[in-house]
């Protein structure tokens, strides 16, 4: 069990608040751009809002280890650069039409410009990268959108197949998701002038965290309230994404339910009330829970070696908060 209260996401932000607000100034100032059409979805995407986990992390990290320096605001702003461009890309993949509460960029301006616009804040952020005038940064950064844009097209081979297995799903979470954290993570580490095995452990941490915040993700599709969730809840299913509940599903339900199951991924047009059903007639909910927190668990073992520091509880208690959240 992870130690620790889920508090909600401003009062786990409190020690970097000022900081947050620095990385938002330097987000919309560089999203200013001569074309119009960027600026307006740009602000569109803004105002949509978001966690804005994995600058946090970068920041609380770099603070954790006692970073002093300028760069942590422009380094965190271009991973949620990065972030919101996988976003643009994905939401156009996956033909959606609601994310954070509210219509996607591609449903309001179009798949062109979303993508075009996806490709400008991959540029970006890359230009903003030479600032800090570190290859070590540019590397984990460069890799880093390397191994996601393989998670992306890994996710699509899988969709539609039912024969996916969990090893298969969580290959696809560890590149396309948890790797933008574990980057963000290490980025924090780097800028620090952490030890190689601060460095290590602390990039365990965020691969270990964003592989529990998407496994969360993927249940609260399947048992959340599309208002609280910003999305459309059952959206993985229309999708024919095998997501872990409908593996789980699969391994251990009646013939009927896995069939049920299978058919809907192949075709994403089964009735979700049939499947929602299925779901919770087994344990598909409280394995993918089980999962999550043993990713969490190995992310609050990973910052043992950490100074005490306010920084450090914030951290430890984002490991309750990605298991505990709902939305």
Do not use: W
């Not at 909600?8 to 919309?28: E, Q």
């Not at 952020?125 to 940064?137: G, I, K, L, T, Y």
């Not at 950064?141 to 699509?156: F, K, P, R, Y």
């Amino acid at each position: 069990m992870i130690p620790g209260t889920a508090l909600n996401l401003p009062d786990l932000l409190a020690p970097i608040a000022d900081d947050m607000k620095a990385v938002d100034t330097v987000i919309r100032t560089r999203l200013d751009s001569q074309v119009v059409l960027i600026r307006t979805i740009g602000d569109y995407i803004i105002g949509a809002g978001g966690k804005r986990m994995r600058p946090a992390l970068l920041l609380m990290i770099a603070k954790a280890l006692g970073y002093r320096g300028t760069h942590h605001h422009l380094l965190a702003a271009v991973v949620e650069f990065i972030h919101t461009a996988t976003l643009l890309h994905d939401d156009v993949v996956d033909e959606s039409s609601l994310r954070r509460g509210r219509s996607t960029a591609n449903a309001v301006y179009g798949n062109a410009a979303s993508v075009l616009v996806g490709d400008y804040l991959y540029s970006r952020s890359f230009e903003m990268m030479v600032e800090a005038d570190s290859m070590r940064v540019m590397g984990i950064m460069s890799e880093a959108t390397t191994v996601i844009a393989e998670g992306e097209v890994l996710q699509l081979l899988n969709v539609h197949d039912p024969d996916v297995s969990q090893e298969r799903y969580l290959q696809v979470v560890r590149y396309k998701t948890a790797k933008l954290f574990e980057a963000a993570a290490r980025v924090g580490a780097v800028l620090a002038g952490a030890t190689p095995e601060q460095e290590e452990a602390t990039a365990r941490y965020g691969r270990h965290i964003g592989t529990a915040f998407q496994l969360v993700d993927d249940l609260l599709d399947y048992s959340g309230d599309a208002l609280l969730l910003g999305k459309n809840v059952g959206d993985d299913l229309r999708e024919g994404k095998p997501t872990l509940p409908l593996i789980r599903v699969m391994e251990v339900g009646t013939p009927e339910q896995a069939g049920l199951i299978r058919r809907a991924i192949e075709t994403g047009q089964a009735d979700f009330a049939a499947v929602a059903a299925a779901i919770q007639s087994t344990d598909a909910l409280a394995h993918a829970r089980a999962c999550a927190i043993a990713e969490a668990e190995a992310a609050r073992l990973a910052l043992e070696a950490y100074p005490v520091s306010d920084y450090r509880k914030s951290l430890l208690e984002f490991c309750a908060f990605a298991v505990e959240r709902d939305r």
